[in-house]
């Protein structure tokens, strides 16, 4: 058994997956999931080709509409925005008992951000969900898949999830020029809600983020992960 293939089967193990579904993972589709990338890119494309996509803009809320239309798309319910601003969308599991396993990133960039940086993460959660459809694969746990809000200007989304976003934080102005408050409010949080969609340790059986690299030391080492 091959490192990779021990790796997937892992993580087939921690989703509930069965014997049968560890041996025929699906892979990701390339194309599709190059098409997502190049489509939510052109929310807030600046001439660099990058995205001033920062939080709370117009390009952020457009942005996140079209990543809401897309978890809809791939059948997930509830989908939601909580008190924080946070995107939340559920795969139901097998089991209604079992705690979820939440994954995804945030697709907010700072002035003249990349098309990776957070997108990624997303948008790989996004295939992740249409290759288990594909599948026809099931889970025992639930799987909510994130959009974190604001995470490029402070953490702000993941803050507030937590229950750690600061009442002095709230006055601060963003790069959009909206206070984090108000800003919150603009994409449909609401901020003096926060305590009901606290999350605390023991609520998720576990969280996974996949993220770009933000140094070269696993290319420079020939690390395949």
Not at 162 to 174: D, E, F, Y
Request: proline share 2%; hydrophobic share 45%; charged share 25%.
């Amino acid at each position: 058994m091959t490192h990779r293939f021990a790796a997937l089967a892992g993580i087939a193990a921690a989703l509930g997956l069965g014997a049968c579904a560890q041996t025929a993972l699906p892979k990701a589709d390339a194309a599709r999931l190059e098409g997502r990338i190049v489509a939510l890119s052109q929310f807030g494309a600046n001439e660099d080709g990058g995205v001033d996509r920062v939080a709370y803009s117009d390009a952020d809320i457009a942005g996140r509409a079209w990543v809401m239309g897309e978890m809809e798309a791939l059948g997930l319910t509830d989908i939601r925005i909580d008190a924080g601003g946070n995107i939340i969308g559920r795969r139901s599991g097998t089991d209604a008992g079992a705690k979820p396993i939440m994954f995804g990133s945030h697709i907010d960039s700072v002035l003249g951000g990349g098309n990776y940086d957070g997108p990624a993460g997303v948008l790989t959660a996004l295939e992740a969900v249409e290759l288990l459809n594909e599948a026809g694969a099931e889970t025992r746990s639930p799987l909510d898949l994130i959009v974190f809000a604001n995470e490029e200007g402070g953490l702000f989304g993941s803050l507030a999830l937590t229950g750690k976003l600061s009442p002095r934080a709230l006055s601060i102005v963003s790069d959009s020029g909206y206070t984090i408050e108000d800003g919150t409010k603009r994409i449909g949080g609401d901020l003096s809600r926060m305590a009901e969609d606290v999350i605390v340790r023991g609520d998720l059986k576990g969280f996974v983020e996949l993220h770009i690299e933000q140094g070269a030391f696993l290319e420079e080492e020939d690390i395949d992960i």
